[in-house]
């Protein structure tokens, strides 16, 4: 059939999707575009919004079981990859600190939340996304909010995140204790994903005492001395985060992302993977 005006309007809905499935720019893009060649060959569809939706559904699950195989022999931690501007804009379906927890739910279960929570799709049209029954997709999506651990996401206030990532980089860098409790909750979780190619924690870091020590471990090492880096402030999946530059040579080091509750930061993720790193024009 022809790519026309309403079809092609779908491919930020289809990337969505996808992203939010895979955690993974290229790998959506690639989906996306093969959804589209496919669509050529395809005849008499009378609602194409469902007809490809069905088919990105199909097809991310598809992958997303593979990826998962892939995934199991990644070095460290494996981090989604993040969508980083320089300007605010909309969250492509998911703010980036759900999207690291949806590795805890299976594909169907993951294609069920992204469809309810980024799109509020009614069941019946879950339903026929998924070939599931409405009321089987809402046993599904209870599941998986008991497997995340949280009903739903947690608004942002932009100004007192950047607060408290100014707070968080001037007790790191000045090495202070005391006023980086004052930052961090007790039981601060911190996961970071180098992916062999740069240094990073390998495993899940959790509590105050560790995390300090990570961090303050890193600034107390030879190259990191002086006045090495400088810090950005960028936007990851919308939401403030910072980027952090090394100065000599302006290369992207890591993005830091942070997510907060009652004033304190609960859950740091950083990004040091190169391949991870890429800068795009807000949308």
């Known amino acids: 059939m022809e790519i026309t005006t309403e079809v092609l309007n779908l491919r930020p809905y289809l990337f969505t999707i996808a992203y939010n499935m895979l955690g993974e720019v290229q790998e959506a893009e690639d989906i996306v575009q093969d959804i589209y060649e496919k669509w050529i060959t395809t005849e008499n569809v009378r609602e194409p ?30 981090l989604p990859e993040p969508l980083i501007t320089f300007e605010a804009t909309d969250s492509p ?54 497997k995340l651990g949280r009903s739903k996401s947690i608004p942002v206030n932009p100004a007192k995140c950047n607060e408290l990532i100014e707070a968080f980089l001037f007790s790191v860098l000045n090495q202070d204790r005391s006023s980086l409790e004052k930052v961090l909750r007790s039981d601060i979780e911190l996961y970071s994903d180098g992916g062999g190619k740069r240094s990073a924690a390998l495993k899940p870091l959790v509590g105050f005492d560790k995390v300090q020590k990570f961090f303050f471990g890193i600034m107390q090492l030879p190259e990191n001395q002086g006045d090495v880096y400088e810090f950005t402030p960028a936007f990851v999946n919308g939401v403030p985060a910072v980027l952090i530059l090394r100065r000599a040579d302006k290369e992207l080091d890591s993005i830091q992302y942070f997510e907060w509750d009652n004033n304190v930061i609960t859950r740091l993720l950083l990004v040091r993977n190169p391949d991870k790193l890429k800068i795009r024009k807000a949308s």
């Open 93 to 146: 379906g998911i703010e980036y600190g759900l999207l690291f927890l949806l590795e805890r739910l299976n594909p169907v279960e993951r294609a069920v939340f992204i469809l309810r929570e980024s799109f509020s799709a009614d069941y019946g049209y879950i339903a026929e996304m998924t070939g599931l029954s409405p009321d089987n997709c809402r046993q599904i999506l209870h599941r998986s909010h008991d």
């Open 49 to 78: 919004k469902a007809y490809l939706g069905r088919m990105i559904v199909n097809k991310t699950i598809k992958r997303l079981d593979e990826l998962k195989m892939l995934r199991s022999a990644y070095t460290g931690t494996w």
